[in-house]
């Protein structure tokens, strides 16, 4: 099993910036990638983006292209999500997820953090 704690989150009005951490422990020799996706009130969790450990090869959605940038620190276990020119839209719970796979589908992730609360003001 893999125990991911996420942290960072807070008020910030529109325009400001934010950095998000995960920091991984346990069985984390199997995990492949690692991701970040967010749930709004009334909405469905969706994917925000991810990276592989390996590499640090990055992928995003298209609503947080240039945006937001993920990176990770291998011998921290821990990977970030620092997000810039926030919008209120970004407002959620954002959540990270550990995956043996290199697949960023819900489904394809075993492990969860218990998410940290990013809102942002107009």
């Known amino acids: 099993q893999v125990q991911l704690v996420e942290s960072g989150g807070g008020l910030v009005q529109a325009g400001g910036s934010l950095r998000l951490s995960c920091a991984a422990s346990g069985r984390t020799f199997s995990s492949r990638v690692m991701a970040w996706f967010r749930q709004a009130p009334g909405k469905e969790r969706e994917f925000v983006g991810g990276?592989?450990?390996?590499?640090?090869?990055?992928y995003y959605v298209d609503s947080v292209k240039g945006r937001f940038t993920i990176s990770r620190d291998n011998a921290k276990n821990t990977v970030y999500l620092q997000m810039n020119s926030l919008k209120p839209e970004d407002t959620a719970v954002y959540y990270c997820?550990?995956?043996?796979?290199?697949?960023?589908?819900?489904?394809?992730?075993?492990?969860w953090g218990q998410g940290t609360q990013v809102t942002v003001s107009s």
């Open positions: 990276i592989t450990w390996r590499g640090g090869s990055t």
């Open positions: 997820a550990s995956s043996t796979s290199y697949s960023y589908t819900p489904g394809s992730f075993q492990s």
